[in-house]
């Protein structure tokens, strides 16, 4: 089955620097890439999503980027500030059936100081 | 639109007993999907119910079950339960259709005493 990997597993950035997070997944048949914020005690928010026909994606300050040759995406914060700090998963799915069954990585653990 | 809601928020029980969680989609999702959350293993995904049948199923033991009902609403049950199945279970809801995201409810904190 998929198998997605995630690293670093934390980080530590001064306000206003870049962050980036890179996963690769094992399944070349996935494709959708789905970025999800978790902070302390609350929901995984999505924050991103890209589909395998793409390239890279940018909304403001987040962007992605996949690699299907090499089978790994990379989430970009720049600019960060304090409220970026969180828990960041990846996540990776294929549609079968109708189905997607999403697979996550273990998750990075930002810290934006100010 | 009010967002994926789920029930109870917090449940203590202890070993052996079983447990019913709640999730109420999104207006208009059709597609729900459970996952765990746990410190050690992270997120794992349990199963998905649409239109009440249940379409795709996780690497989890059959005490873990759910269904979904006719207004899509879902529920998640695990008997006999053991001290391992502490963590968040959390529901996720999404429109049919390939690449639609997932959007998660608040979750369900179970502890095993």
């Known amino acids: 089955g998929e198998n997605v990997e995630q690293h670093p597993s934390t980080l530590s950035v001064q306000e206003g620097d870049s962050a980036v997070i890179k996963c690769t997944y094992s399944?070349?048949?996935?494709?959708?890439f789905p970025w999800y914020k978790q902070e302390l005690g609350k929901r995984p928010q999505l924050i991103i999503d890209?589909?395998?026909?793409?390239g890279e994606k940018k909304d403001q300050r987040i962007a992605v980027t996949l690699n299907k040759t090499a089978k790994h995406f990379s989430l970009h914060i720049t600019e960060t500030q304090p409220e970026d700090s969180a828990v960041y998963f990846c996540a990776a799915s294929k549609t079968q059936g109708g189905s997607e069954k999403l697979v996550f990585g273990k998750g990075m653990k930002l810290t934006v100081n100010p | 639109k009010a967002g994926v809601t789920q029930t109870p928020r917090y449940l203590i029980k202890t070993r052996g007993q079983q447990v019913t969680l709640s999730c109420s989609p999104i207006s208009g999702h059709r597609s729900v999907s459970w996952y765990q959350q746990t410190p050690g293993q992270g997120l794992q995904f349990l199963f998905e119910?649409?239109?009440?049948?249940?379409?795709n199923k996780g690497n989890f033991p059959g005490r873990f079950s759910g269904r979904q009902f006719s207004n899509s609403r879902s529920e998640m049950n695990v008997s006999t339960l053991e001290l391992g199945d502490s963590a968040l279970y959390l529901c996720?809801?999404?429109?049919?259709?390939?690449?639609?995201?997932?959007?998660f409810g608040d979750g369900t904190r179970l502890s095993i005493l």
């Open positions: 996720a809801s999404r429109i049919s259709g390939e690449g639609q995201p997932q959007h």
């Open positions: 399944d070349s048949a996935s494709n959708y």
């Open positions: 890209i589909r395998s026909n793409v």
């Open positions: 119910y649409f239109s009440e049948t249940q379409r």
